[in-house]
Nanobody, 131 residues
Framework: QVQLVESGGGLAQPGGSLRLSCAAS????????MGWFRQVPGKEREGVSC????????YYADSVKGRFTITGDAAKNTVWLQMNNLKPEDTAVYYC????????????????????????WGLGTQVTVSS
């Protein structure tokens, strides 16, 4: 049974930092493209970043480029999203996802991760950026 468990969300001030973790079980992160998405009520789920843990290639959406860093560790079967210089517009529920096949296209073709390319999802963790 596949499980992706996110942690590390919470409340941060503008300009602050948070580090999200995604612990995987039932699948191997190095055999998947691992993605982070976010969603606010009334809006579609947005692809934030994704990584191929096996070779380190990654992609960032323009809205987070230079502020967020995605990393992964095959031995720990975990990926992280380091979020710096947070802005109020980063407020959302953040989801970790795994895509074994189609998801790599975002990295190869340099476009935002697409939810329909991912097969497995965590339950999400709330990030709130507010003073």
């Amino acid at each position: 049974q596949v499980q992706l468990v996110e942690s590390g969300g919470g409340l941060a001030q503008p300009g602050g930092s948070l580090r999200l973790s995604c612990a995987a079980s039932g699948l191997t992160v190095s055999r998947n493209t691992m993605g982070w998405f976010r969603q606010v009520p009334g809006k579609e789920r947005e692809g934030v970043s994704c990584i191929s843990v096996s070779d380190g290639s990654r992609y960032y959406a323009d809205s987070v480029k230079g502020r967020f860093t995605i990393t992964g560790d095959a031995a720990k079967n975990t990926v992280w999203l380091q979020m710096n210089n947070l802005k109020p517009e980063d407020t959302a529920v953040y989801y970790c996802a795994a895509g074994p096949y189609r998801a790599i296209a975002a990295i190869i073709n340099r476009h935002e991760p697409q939810p329909h390319d991912y097969d497995y999802w965590g339950l999400g963790t709330q990030v709130t950026v507010s003073s």
